[in-house]
């Protein structure tokens, strides 16, 4: 009894000596991050961490949301058709983009005003990125600056456009982006206009955000995000001068600076002057997909922007399959949309996809533990994808093909 006593005692000194560390390490980013197993956890841990307003512009989607949605219920109605009896000792992850290697099948997508979920912004995505061994994209509306993301981390980059009215800022757009040494032009198609999320438009989103008492209240009760936010406010997009503009509300601050005159001419003289390759993101047909290749392209991005744009569009995942057999290996085809579990990705890459691109799971992971986050974002779907491919019967996951899904 007396022993037993000694060692109860004995355990709760030492627990009592190591308890400040434990609380540091469990208040931490990094503790933060290691507590969500998935990816609707780190979801749920970005809610409970930024403003409202916040959270919903990432989280949010157009209109009903019933793509947004769809993106991913689609995924639930592909059928694995697992294989058995291969040697899944080891797992391969590794793929071939544009020509140099990825060490996972999984590419930071470029995303907006990433800055207001945590002032390290699309730094902290670009670091978690090079650290899981994959590429990172740079928004043309990135909070962080073109030169600021490239000296944050070595490792290969994308550079996203959206075509402006103002051409005179593409062309330097585009010069910084070479310069600075973003491998790929990345054009996105799909924001002719500015998709209506509704959620923004109730919560009076703006860039810059307008302080209001009720945008106080929101900082009082996010002390951890307040903080990072009023150490390095990242307010508007960093790249297109709009510093010291009057706020208006995000779509309306899209619709007056987006050229939607922008057609295939457009991406004709993009290819011409682009001395890398370019990538078409949001395509969502075939027909538009072989006009791609007409066009010189050397990669699509299977995408309908995460419901962003057009609610009421096919899923992305529903698209692909179309896509991939049009385009038969003349371009690389990527996709994005939905991307939540690791399965996804299998399906994903099954009907056809190279690699897959995440939105919002770094969103989360940025929004509830800052770089720490966005890496567990990566590192949970890494996880996932092994035991997934090891449980599908297929160890290397640049040999998975359409035999694996129905
Ligand atoms: C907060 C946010 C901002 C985004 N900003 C951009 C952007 O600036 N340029 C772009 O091409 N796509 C943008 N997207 C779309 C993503 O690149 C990607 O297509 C989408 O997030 C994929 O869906 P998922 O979030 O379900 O992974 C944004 C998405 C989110 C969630
Ligand atoms: C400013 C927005 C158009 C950025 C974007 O693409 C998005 O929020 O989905």
């Not at 438009?201 to 009720?214: A, E, H, M, T």
């Not at 001419?265 to 006009?291: C, E, Q, T, Y």
């Amino acid at each position: 009894m007396n022993a037993l006593l000694d060692l109860a005692a004995q355990q709760l000194r030492a627990d009592l000596a190591t308890a400040p560390g434990r609380v540091r390490q469990r208040l931490s980013d990094e503790g933060r991050a290691a507590r969500c197993r998935t990816i609707a956890e780190l979801r749920a841990a970005a809610k409970r961490s930024v403003p409202r307003p916040i959270f919903d512009y990432a989280d949010g989607a157009a209109w009903d949301e019933v793509t947004a949605r769809r993106n991913i219920s689609a995924f639930e109605d592909v059928t694995l058709h697992p294989k058995a009896l291969t040697d899944v000792s080891e797992i391969d992850l590794r793929t071939s983009v544009l020509g140099g290697e990825i060490a996972l099948p999984i590419i930071a997508a470029p995303t907006g005003l990433t800055g207001l979920q945590h002032p390290e912004g699309e730094m902290a995505i670009a670091r978690a990125a090079h650290a899981a061994g994959t590429i990172t994209t740079l928004s043309t509306m990135a909070s962080c600056t073109i030169e600021e993301v490239a000296a944050a981390s070595d490792g290969r980059r994308w550079f996203q456009l959206y075509v402006m009215s103002d051409r005179g800022l593409v062309d330097s757009l585009l010069a910084r982006a070479a310069e600075h040494g973003y491998e790929a032009l990345m054009l996105t198609v799909d924001v002719q206009v500015a998709g209506v999320r509704e959620r923004d438009v109730r919560n009076g989103f703006s860039v810059p955000p307008r302080i209001s008492l009720k945008t106080l209240a929101q900082g009082v009760t996010h002390p951890r995000w307040s903080a990072g936010f009023v150490a390095h406010p990242r307010m508007v997009p960093a790249n297109l001068g709009w510093e010291g503009s009057a706020t208006a509300t995000l779509a309306s601050a899209v619709n007056r600076s987006f050229d939607p005159t922008v057609t295939w001419d457009d991406l004709a003289d993009l290819r011409s002057r682009w001395k890398g390759p370019v990538i078409v993101k949001g395509v969502m047909r075939a027909d538009d997909a072989l006009r791609c290749v007409e066009h010189g392209a050397d990669a699509i991005v299977v995408s309908n922007h995460g419901g962003r744009q057009l609610d009421g569009a096919a899923a992305a995942i529903e698209a692909l399959p179309a896509i991939a057999d049009a385009v038969s290996g003349r371009a690389e085809v990527y996709l994005d949309s939905g991307i939540r579990r690791g399965t996804d990705i299998v399906k994903a890459l099954a009907l056809g996809a190279r690699a897959v691109l995440i939105g919002r799971a770094l969103m989360y992971g940025l929004g509830a533990a800052g770089e720490a986050g966005a890496r567990r974002a990566f590192s949970i779907l890494e996880a996932e994808l092994r035991v997934a491919l090891a449980l599908a019967g297929y160890p290397r996951a640049a040999e998975i093909g359409r035999d694996a899904v129905s």
